[in-house]
């Protein structure tokens, strides 16, 4: 299954500091609940894992995360995250490019064009789910990225933002994800634009 | 995990099992208790060839687990038939002929039997509609919506 | 198809139930089982711990006291199907109940964890929209009783918090003047939706004084359609009228795309089930 | 008087040929007793279990068994690395290809088996598999067969690179299986050329897959004392499988024995030998103990056995008052990552040239190309002989699109057309001798059951008040009984089939056969046959079949081949044993062969009442009293190999009412007349077209195994997979004619399979006719109701 994404999310901060962080491969990460890298292979290259729950379904990937390019001139990031479910059963993988654009408010977004490619038993199992576990996933990770972009600015409203990031949990409202999570977590961050 | 004892009557003797809290019913019936005659088809509860009556309800045992059936009073096709020979159900598949490879029948007849139960007397919509969870590839059901009209009939007469 | 090991404990009581919940990590529910069991032998879910709740006394069974229908969270959808309570004072139950997947699964099948699983391709969510119902819910804090209306978040995604049960579901008895319709398009037996629409109205003479639409399988979970409901409110039905609704319930939905149909296919099916459902529920509410 | 009915009694009490006798067979399944392969239990058995592929196309990098082997319970992980010293990593198709059993480097479909766990019980098995960690480079995925050919298509079987010479023919391309051809391809151009009316019509016969509720499986058991190897499975040709065994492990197939228990059903799908089957032999050989291995039903649906993904273009030539000058036939056959059909030797697109259906067509050319694609192996006769399904539907649906072209009715076109009674045995221009027909009395009487007038009319007034009606009729030749051994053999077997019966001194018979019921009720219909053939009534009668140890090599049930096979071979090893009692009770009643006359159950002496010996006293006679140089006893086998093929056909109608709200469709009628020949047990063949009526409507109205570009299976449970109910499946109605088959021992042709051959292209002209009057000529199926709604709303017909 190969689903074609693109994403534009409003950000509370600088264009500048969206970038920062966007370049942060481990804060990135962790926008995502039950996501983390758990190595730097350097050059570029990581090994992480994602424990994807939701109501009754788990799904534990593990995979790399190569970042192909980075076009400081573009503020483009090119990444591709690959990964295997634990069983061996499923498979996914992300082609990624995310650039963020300043806007006229002095704020940003980041936009997004990713292509996400499902192989394997979620596959052919997750399809009914598929896009709308991937909806869901969107907003909480929309707003964790929100939350550590605006952190990194001076203020009441970082501050705000970093308790809200700290109070961030461990999975999805407890509940997290189906099947088709990784995916989920892949398209939240581009969900298609209807 | 640890195994459990677990206790239930099975065509009206008690049988004790030790099983895994996830063995599922069919298994136990099948692999421990010898009872082969409800089948394994779909595994996702969409077809009925594991059905069998526990407590009084028509169930598939492809997902019940073991542990939960612990005090239940489970009934297979095995236990249909009695002393007296066949139950009325079983003669009627024969006659009308509701049977081809055999597989999905020891479920049907389990259905059936509860079902008669539940309608005594029923109409071939009804009939269609309470067997519904039942799957058969061979008869194209016609035959068997006889065969649970005959039982009905027979059922009533004796 | 063989789930991977857990730990079993049959609860004693809803207190049990919850600690069971909150000592043991990620240990799930086990209700009717037809929704966690198949996931569980399909390898989706690997919950370590299964606390199972078939048996506690009080999570089943169905009563009525003045206006208010209380069913508990453990009644089978064959227990509604048979229940005179609800025949007579809550049909519309009655009728989605038949519905739900095929009579053994209908046996084993509980409201309860029908509404909880937060599926959006299960039936009874869309009803409880339509039935305006309070859901009761037992947690380590203690009661609360919520509308259904907020309660269904996302796909496997409800307003339960961590460690919560939900026990009862309280739906008005029918009024005079109240009608229901149902109405669900499927492939067949066993298989969820396509669309399905619940739908209750009060009327008054032939205007429809109020209206309540609930979908089911046409977006991340069971929706109200509000903006349809606004355009009834207050009107007489016809078929200029209908139109306007069809669309703007096609305008609400966003379905999943699957097997079953693309999303423009089934957003007009939502559409059509609850256009039907609307007629029906105003015919019945003339008898 | 008495006479009369005392004959009349006797032969009634032999239930025979004719009644509608109560299955023999039943009794164990009505009380659980059915022995099926997952019912089959050994000591010692251990339980396998398939790691299987994520991707539809990949490198395997590695496999790590450690986790696996470290679970307490697990026995062995056996990979490809594991059997190529053994040479058994690949193993012959019955196709002339060759299928990887563990994949051999490289993955060619999602779900290839890649390593096979044995483990102490089921549970432990599943829990190995997920413990085996396999690593895995990506290739570039190819799932449209029409990209199979071209330039840049991926090269699948890099085990054929270089390998320009296939099974049959040449190959243009390293995705090419074979080309095929039949007829005349010149003549028929110059027909198309010169005609005064062509049509066209491209369809696809989507891959459906055959789904019986039993999944295969097998229990293998080496017994390495007495060097014997016992192996039960769900086959529907256990013969077959011993000599492919036999050829594969070296051993004699004397050290082999195979067992085919109850089958739960096999439709095709249990015809194949699967990769689980060989990796269990080989662990049963390895571990010295039995094995067991049984599908899932995701397994089931994914990897063993589809069947169809024909992509087929119809042309039809003719005049200008609908009579056929041509036929053209093109089709792009798609078979997955190994050839793994079961199609005779000789004909790789199986009996497809039965494509000119019923009609008198003067010229005609077929051509078939199949080619490889990422997708799950095989191409199995799905409930019809081979690749006869898609051969009805060609010819059916491109007959309507003319009819409509010339506005002739289709049930006139069809009139117009046919092979006429007078004309049998009638050689088509593709090659088959049609043995008999009497295609315009079939057609007469449906039309007449069901008022096809009124019909007419009624759709008349309801398309004036927008609504959908459709009727569809088609008008079916199948071929089956294969086959002479002359153009049939399967891995160079001849397709004849085989019967040995032995009747006891007292007088019951005990017979086997080469056939394998898979509740088509064997025991029931073969007795019945013997019982009219000996006067033995068929309740003392047992037939026995499926094992190798026992039973005459035959080749197996499909393709509706028992009865025109099997049966025949039935009929004649009876009617030796009869010549011989003849002989017998001349003997004994001191006649000559000449004197005697049978009746019924006994050979009389003519003109001399009461000078007689029923078959009861033969029998015991042929174990004490034979004529002089006689032996005695009195047995006979036959290996028949039948002359021609055998031609059922029918004439279905369907009616159709389509919600345009929603696309739904409600078969409101289905009328389904079929001719059989002779009909050997008439509750059993009306239960047998039921079903195929069932599994017909199935694949027409909802069965599809559709893959993404990435090579998915998507919906591959019963979740997805339609199979329908007791609430969707319509009411049938069924009839018959009786032209019985010239050439077959007792007139019989074989009924199975028609009903599922005849229905599908029932159901598309009665979808198309609903959309007819609004010049639409073809919908792909499965016709349901999404599918419809989006040309309900093509066609601009939603009111809004």
Known sequence: ?194 | ?158 | MIPSGFEYHKATSIADAIAKLRDNEDAKLLAGGHSLLPMMKLRFSEAPYLVDINGIDGLKGISIDGDTITIGAMTTESELIRSDILQQYCPLLVEAAKLVADPQVRNRGTIGGDVAHGDPGNDHPAVMLALDAQLVIHGPDGERTIPANGFFLGTYWTALEEFEILVAIKVPALKSGTGHGYNKLKRKTGDYAVAGSAVVVEMNGDIVRDIRIGLTNVAPMAIRAEAAEDLIRGKRIDDVLLKSVEKAIVEVCDPAVDLRGDEEYKSHMAAIMARRSIIQAIENAKE | ?800
């Open chain 4, 1 to 800: 008087m008495d006479k009369v009915a005392d004959k009349q009694e006797r032969e009634g009490s032999l239930n025979g040929v004719g009644c509608s006798r109560k299955r023999k067979e039943d009794a164990r399944f009505i009380q659980g007793k059915g022995n099926y392969t997952d019912d089959i239990k050994m000591p010692g058995m251990l339980f396998a279990d398939m790691v299987r592929s994520p991707y539809a196309h990949a490198r395997i990098i590695s496999i790590n068994k450690e986790k696996a082997l470290a679970l307490p319970g697990v026995h062995a992980v056996i990979t490809a690395e594991d059997l190529k010293p053994l040479n058994l990593h690949w193993m012959p198709t019955l196709a002339g290809d060759v299928q990887a059993v563990l994949a051999d480097e490289k993955v060619h479909f999602q779900y290839q088996e890649v390593a096979l766990v044995v483990a102490d019980d089921r549970y432990i098995a599943a829990d190995a598999i997920d413990l085996v960690e396999v690593e895995y480079e990506e290739l570039p995925v190819l799932i449209d067969p029409h990209k199979a050919m071209t330039d840049d298509a991926p090269i699948l079987r890099e085990d054929l690179v270089g390998k320009m010479e296939g099974a049959h023919s040449s190959r243009k391309h390293n995705n090419h299986i074979f080309n095929w051809q039949a007829g005349e391809k010149e003549s028929t151009d110059r027909v198309f050329d010169a005609a005064e009316v062509t049509v066209s019509q491209d369809m696809v016969y989507h891959r459906v897959h055959p789904c019986p509720l039993e999944t295969c499986g097998c229990v293998a058991s080496m017994d390495k004392i007495n060097g014997k190897l016992t192996v039960y499975l769900t086959s529907q040709a256990p013969h077959v499988v011993r000599t492919v065994v036999s050829n594969l492990s070296g051993l004699p197939e004397s050290s082999i024995r195979i067992v085919s228990p109850d089958i739960g059903g096999g439709f095709g799908n249990k015809v194949g030998i699967y990769p689980g089957y060989v990796a269990s032999i080989v662990a049963s050989i390895v571990l010295g103990v039995p094995v067991k291995w049984v599908e899932d039903r995701m397994e089931n649906i994914s990897t063993t056995a589809f069947a169809r993904d024909y992509h087929m273009r119809g042309e039809l030539a003719a005049d200008s008052n609908g009579i056929i000058k041509g036929l053209r036939v093109n089709v792009l056959a798609d078979h997955g990552a190994f050839d793994s059909c079961a199609d005779p030797s000789k004909f790789p697109a199986g009996f497809m040239h039965i494509c000119t259906g019923s009609y008198d067509i003067p010229v005609a050319h077929l051509n078939v190309d199949g080619v490889y694609t990422n997708k799950a192996p095989g191409g199995v006769s799905y409930r019809c002989s081979f690749r006869v399904t898609e051969a009805v539907y060609v010819i059916e649906r491109t007959i309507d699109v003319l009819a409509q072209k010339l506005g002739i009715d289709k049930a006139e076109i069809r009139r117009r057309n046919f092979v006429k009674k007078e004309q049998f045995p009638y050689k088509t221009c593709l090659g088959f001798e049609l043995d008999s027909g009497d295609y315009h009395t079939a057609l007469e009487k449906v039309l007449d059951a069901v008022d096809y007038k009124g019909l007419r009319r009624e759709q008349e007034e309801k398309r004036a008040k927008g609504e959908l009606m459709g009727i569809g009729l088609v008008t079916f030749t199948e071929v089956v009984g294969a086959g002479p051994s002359k153009s049939c053999d399967i891995l160079g077997v001849g397709m004849f089939d085989s019967a040995e019966i032995r009747v006891h001194p007292t007088g019951s018979v005990m017979a086997r056969m080469g056939t394998i019921t898979q509740g088509q009720g064997h025991q029931t219909t073969y007795a019945q046959i013997i019982a009219s053939e000996l006067g033995i009534t068929s309740d003392e009668i047992a037939i026995e079949e499926g094992d190798t140890d026992t039973a005459p090599y035959g080749l197996g049930t499909y393709g509706s081949r028992s009865t025109p096979v099997g049966g025949a071979a039935t009929a004649v090893a009876a009617r030796k044993i009869k010549a011989k009692a003849k002989k017998i009770a001349a003997h004994l009643l001191e006649v000559s062969e000449d004197d005697l006359e049978w009746e019924v159950d006994r050979f009389k002496v003519k003109g001399v009442p009461g000078q007689e010996k029923t078959m009861k006293d033969i029998a015991w006679a042929a174990y004490n009293n034979v004529p002089d140089g006689m032996e005695p006893g009195l047995e006979a086998v036959d290996y028949y190999d039948p002359p021609n093929f055998t031609f059922p056909f029918g004439a279905y109608l369907c009616v159709v009412d389509i919600d345009k709200d929603t696309g739904v469709t409600d078969i409101r009628r289905f009328y389904a007349l079929d001719d059989c020949g002779t009909r050997i047990n008439p509750m059993i063949i009306d239960g047998q077209i039921h079903g195929g009526l069932t599994e017909g409507y199935a694949v027409a109205m909802g069965q599809e195994m559709p893959y993404d570009e990435e090579g998915n299976l998507l919906g591959n449970t019963l979740m997805d997979y339609f199979l329908p109910t007791f609430v969707e499946t319509p009411k049938w109605e069924t009839d018959y004619t009786v032209t019985p088959s010239p050439h077959h021992p007792i007139g019989a042709k074989g009924v199975a399979e028609s009903p599922h051959v005849g229905s599908i292209p029932t159901f598309t002209s009665a979808m198309v006719d609903a959309f007819a009057h609004l010049d639409v000529t073809h919908m792909d199926m499965p016709h349901n109701a999404f599918r419809v709604w989006k040309q309900i709303k093509a066609l601009g017909l939603l009111d809004n």
């Open chain 2, 1 to 158: 995990m640890a195994k459990q004892a677990v206790s239930f009557t099975l065509n009206g003797k008690t049988v004790d099992v030790l099983v895994e809290p996830r063995e599922l019913l069919i298994h136990t019936l099948r692999e421990n208790l010898n009872h082969t005659g409800a089948h394994i088809g779909c595994e996702t509860s969409h077809c009925g060839v594991c059905t069998v009556d526990v407590d009084g309800e028509s169930v598939k045992s492809c997902t019940l687990l073991t542990v939960q059936a612990a005090g239940s009073d489970v009934k297979s096709v095995e236990g249909m038939a009695s002393a007296d020979g066949l139950h009325v159900i079983q003669q009627a598949f024969v006659d009308e002929h509701g049977l081809q490879c055999g597989f999905c029948t020891p479920g049907m007849l389990m259905r059936a039997y509860r079902f008669l139960q539940e309608n005594p007397d029923p109409s071939d919509e009804e009939i269609r509609w309470g067997m519904s969870g039942n799957l058969c590839r061979c008869t194209g059901y016609q035959n068997i919506i006889e065969a649970v009209k005959t039982a009905a009939k027979n059922l009533q007469q004796a």
């Open chain 1, 1 to 194: 299954m190969k689903v074609d994404l693109n994403k534009e999310f409003s950000l509370p901060g600088t264009g500048v500091q969206a970038w920062t962080f966007l370049q942060d491969i481990r804060g990135v990460a962790s926008c995502m609940p039950g996501a983390e890298i758990t190595e730097d292979l350097g050059d570029g290259n990581y090994k992480g894992k994602v424990k994807a729950k939701i109501g009754p379904a788990t799904m534990a990937f593990n995979g790399d995360i190569i970042i192909k390019n980075i076009d400081v001139e573009k503020r483009e990031l090119h990444m591709i995250g690959k990964g295997q479910d634990s069983k061996g059963s499923s498979s996914a993988t992300m082609d990624l490019r995310a650039w963020v654009e300043d806007t006229d408010d002095g704020k940003c977004v980041l936009q997004g064009v990713a292509t996400v490619t499902v192989n394997g038993k979620a596959a052919s199992l997750g399809g009914r789910m598929m896009t709308q576990v991937a909806d869901q996933m969107l907003n909480q990770f929309g707003k964790s990225f929100a939350n550590n972009v605006a952190s990194m600015g001076e203020g009441e409203e970082a501050e705000t933002a970093r308790g809200k990031i700290a109070e961030q949990p461990a999975e999805l409202n407890g509940l997290a994800f189906a099947w088709s999570v990784f995916v989920g977590w892949l398209k939240s961050l581009f969900s298609s634009k209807k």
